[in-house]
């Protein structure tokens, strides 16, 4: 099973600073047929479902602020924040898709300075 | 546009069965993997299980921590995935979320708990 490790487990920025979240997996998550890395990342708020920021490691889903970006490939990956706003507050989770069990990262709780 | 709605959910006693359904609507159905994911209280995400679709012959995978206990099953005719729940213990209380692929894009419900206690 590939296993999905997040860090930092908590992060505290100032308004408008930068925020940076690493995911590393146990395994290469590059699929050779489709050519993609199969890693998504997910904004979650309380009480609410998980919501798409980010699949294919870098692909932005639709409506989701530029600020927001995914990169890396293999098995090292970052979702990085450019501007934090007060309405990032949240869990940020990665999972990997390549293979099954479809395994999510621990979560990184994103606050406010 | 896509949209899941899971359904079922409710407070079951230890060792008690339950079965979630989840409807799909806007693209499909039937060409796409369909996949379970839980999230107990105040805890991450845990996946939980798929079905394949017809051209992977329906195979169903599941997590070791309910593999024996809980099915999963499609009726493409009913656009529905099924996740038939027995021998339900505390640990498994959670919201249930569906999901699906559709190329490499995942797209989730908005869930339905699961409460598991006497």
């Known amino acids: 099973d590939i296993v999905m490790t997040q860090s930092p487990e908590s992060l505290t920025v100032s308004l408008g600073e930068r925020a940076t979240i690493n995911c590393k997996s146990s395994q290469n998550v590059f699929d050779t047929y489709m050519n993609q890395e199969y890693l998504a990342w997910y904004q979650q708020k309380p009480g609410q479902p998980p919501k798409v920021l980010i699949y294919?490691?870098?692909t932005r889903e639709s409506g989701v602020p530029d600020r927001f970006s995914g990169s890396g490939s293999g098995t090292d990956f970052t979702l990085t924040i450019s501007s934090v706003q007060h309405e990032d507050v949240a869990v940020y989770y990665c999972q990997q898709y390549r293979s099954v069990p479809c395994s999510f990262g621990q979560g990184t709780k994103l606050e406010i300075k | 546009e896509v949209q899941l709605v899971e359904s079922g959910g409710g407070l079951v006693q230890p060792g008690g069965s339950l079965r979630l359904s989840c409807a799909a609507s806007g693209f499909t159905f039937s060409d796409h993997y369909m996949d379970w994911v839980r999230q107990a209280p105040g805890r991450g995400l845990e996946w939980v299980g798929r079905?394949?679709?017809?051209?992977?012959?329906?195979?169903?995978e599941y997590a070791a921590s309910v593999k024996g206990r809980f099915t999963i099953s499609r009726d493409d005719s009913k656009k529905s995935m099924f996740l038939q729940m027995n021998s339900l213990k505390a640990e498994d209380t959670a919201v249930y979320y569906c999901g699906c692929w559709i190329r490499g894009h995942p797209y989730w419900g908005q869930g339905t708990l699961v409460t598991v206690s006497s």
């Open positions: 079905t394949k679709n017809k051209a992977s012959f329906y195979i169903t």
């Open positions: 294919w490691a870098s």
